[in-house]
């Protein structure tokens, strides 16, 4: 692990909006990087970019940093660049914070995102990370990493036919949960059987191979800036291009979760929206859309069922149920071309106040 002498490395970058954030994102940012083969991007020593978009959470962000300095290594060699693009430019985490690279064992490279989303900020991290990353790896700045985490994503990541990997997450709750959140495992994901093959990945604990993202021209499609889901649209279109996304079943990372998001109103917008972006996807890539249409109507129709007949006597089973008939709403509500931001500035900036 280098010491802050190494921090000498550090980049400072701040930019105003660019003209070209409406691309497509497969076009987008080409010239920042010279291609590579994927040959050529595993070296024995890799350098892992560490992409974090960050809004609104400058002691989360804290949280976070100070878990990725206590990472252990046993390879030698092993460089790690933080990228991270704060989507506050009027209250930046640096105002509570202070110099970021100063928190840091690692280099950072800091940069402003003046266009506001989701998308934009997540896209700012990839056009920052330096050209010679052999990984780029994604977290939260509600999270912090376990001490092998990093250790054990890049050894998921050599598995055969690999482009991307993801890793557990756990919650760590601020107040114990109720009982039915618990029983749901609503905020987990995994435990995973290592190396199994994933239809996608979540940006709150994933790594993918550099050099296919550049070659690629990859980036997390605009049309999703205040909805969510751009993760799974970017992760599935990585797997569809070849290659396998699997699971690094002891990557752990934990999940801030404050007492607002403890509530069947904050699932169910988060349930709706992932419908929705089901149906978005499947829009966008013009396939599947009659399947999705049809797993719409089931989802509701299982979600009545388990309501009505399995939900007496249970709270989790009925609020199960109701969950489901909302990710199914959230599917036909997206084969309408409804979109839900879930993201927008305004539901954002609640979410942060309600977080503490």
Known sequence: MPSKRDNHA???????????????????????????TVEQSHKAAPHIAICIATYLRPEGLRNLVE????????????????????????APATEALGDIGELSHWPVIYTIEYERGIVSARNRTLNEAPVDADYIAFLDDDEEASEDWLAQMLQAMTLPDTVAVQGTVEPRYRQPPPDWI????????????QGAALPAAAT???????????????RFDPRFNI???????????LRDGGGMIRAAADALVWDDVPENRMTLRWLGRRWFRMGNTLSRIALIRRQ???????????AMGWG???????????RARFYRGWL??????????????????EYSSAAVKVDRVKEG
């Open 182 to 193: 618990e029983a749901l495992n609503l905020f987990r994901m995994g435990p995973y059987v």
């Open 67 to 90: 878990s990725l300095n206590r990472q252990v290594l046993e390879a030698p060699g092993i460089r790690v660049t933080l990228v991270i693009a704060d989507n506050a430019p009027d």
């Open 324 to 341: 489901e008939i909302l990710r199914g709403a959230g599917m036909v509500a997206g084969l309408l071309r409804f979109d839900f931001a």
């Open 288 to 298: 599947g859309i009659a399947t999705r249409a049809l797993k719409s109507v089931a």
């Open 10 to 36: 550090r980049i400072i970058a701040d930019a105003k909006p660019r003209q070209d954030r409406c691309k497509k994102p497969e076009l987008q940012e080409r010239k920042l990087a010279s291609p590579m």
């Open 304 to 314: 009545a069922l388990t309501c009505l007949c399995l939900g007496f006597g249970s």
């Open 204 to 218: 709150n604990n994933a790594m993918a191979d550099a050099a296919i993202i550049r070659e690629r021209g990859l």
């Open 227 to 237: 909805t969510g889901g751009e993760d799974e649209e970017f992760f599935s279109r």
